[in-house]
């Protein structure tokens, strides 16, 4: 296994139609996960073993060089394991392609929004890509063979910098038609107390959603505004330990809004398992806090939904983005046999 840490003109979208479908073959697994601070490139084999994973800063103000640093990575790890250039890329994005224009929008890498990514490159290699939001790259890493594997029906959750959400059913993303689905992180936090009520705005225009109480940078904004306390997540939760009564006070809200968001999504849709990812979801008392008091929104009573960490912790969401592409082939081989059987 390799593991390494280390200006190209916008296109316009084309009308080309996508390049076909790889079969379903040995072929490795290329997927890339873009963050707003580093790109991170992986190549997996055909039963999901790391062969090659590498992280590489992230241009996130620029997007011609955002375009140049992604191609340069891509083609070290084709080079360093002497990969065909046709072999294809799925990638996860802070933000989605809208399913009408194909252009980028909802991404918190703002020099992201409106841009053609896709046609972009395509245009620019050789092969093809998949690009899909990066918490449902998430989910199906860890429905494919991580914390939910075998469940139908699975929610995942990034808590880092932002906070979004994803589904996986039966092992394929579920997005919806209008690329929403899983958009939790944009949702208010459900039955506010009346100081709640004072939310704080978002960068998405709203005020109050949950990524701005439940994300790292979300809680630690708020826990300031609470208490005064200017913390990382990690000093707070030190606070706590030690016995820290205003600290506490405060982790007992985070818990219970935590609680409430999840509770929500349970009495929607009921899934299987919830995953967690993210800096936030290395906290392991979340584990046992909040399904210690989620019941209590629940519809039905108890809630007996398992809550799991991420299997492969920060590397979930770049083995979700190389598993796309086997992903899409299994779905388009269902297809072909339903269409078959009623012929």
């Not at 933000?95 to 245009?123: F, I, K, M, S």
């Not at 790259?137 to 914390?147: F, K, N, R």
């Not at 038609?177 to 705005?201: D, K």
């Amino acid at each position: 296994m390799i593991v390494r840490e280390d200006a190209c003109p916008t296109m316009n979208p084309d009308d080309s139609p996508p390049l076909p479908l790889p079969p379903m073959s040995l072929s490795p697994l290329l997927g890339v996960d873009l963050g707003g601070t580093k790109t991170e490139v992986i190549v997996l084999d055909a039963q999901g073993r790391t062969l090659y994973r590498a992280r590489h800063a992230t241009q996130s103000h620029d997007y011609p060089a955002l375009l140049q640093g992604l191609m340069s990575a891509v083609d070290q790890a084709r080079t360093e394991l002497g990969l065909d250039a046709s072999l294809p890329v799925g990638m996860g994005i802070p933000g989605c392609l809208d399913p009408r224009t194909l252009t980028v929008r909802g991404a918190n890498t703002q020099c992201l929004n409106g841009q053609p990514l896709l046609a972009d490159l395509r245009r620019l290699s050789a092969c093809d890509w998949r690009i899909e939001n990066d918490a449902n790259c998430l989910v199906l890493s860890e429905a494919t063979d991580g914390a939910a594997a075998g469940a139908g029906l699975v929610f995942g959750v990034i808590l880092g910098t932002g906070c979004g959400g994803g589904w996986s059913w039966q092992g394929q993303v579920w997005t919806g038609p209008h690329g929403l689905a899983g958009e939790w992180g944009h949702n208010p936090l459900p039955w506010p107390s009346a100081e709640e009520l004072q939310t704080p705005a978002c960068w998405c225009g709203q005020v109050g959603c949950l990524e701005t109480w439940l994300s790292g940078t979300g809680a630690a904004r708020q826990l300031a505004r609470e208490t005064g306390l200017a913390l990382s997540m990690p000093e707070w939760l030190s606070l706590v330990h030690q016995g820290h009564a205003v600290a506490q006070a405060a982790w007992a809200r985070y818990v219970s809004r935590l609680a409430r968001a999840l509770a929500a999504v349970i009495n929607q849709n009921d899934p299987e398992v919830i995953v967690l990812g993210g800096g936030v979801s290395l906290i392991d008392e979340i584990y046992t806090q909040v399904p210690q008091v989620w019941s209590q929104w629940g519809f039905h009573r108890p809630l007996a939904t398992p809550l799991r960490k991420a299997q492969y912790g920060d590397a979930s969401g770049v083995r979700g983005a190389a598993w796309l592409w086997r992903s899409a082939t299994q779905s388009a081989a269902r297809t072909t046999s339903n269409e078959s059987s009623h012929e």
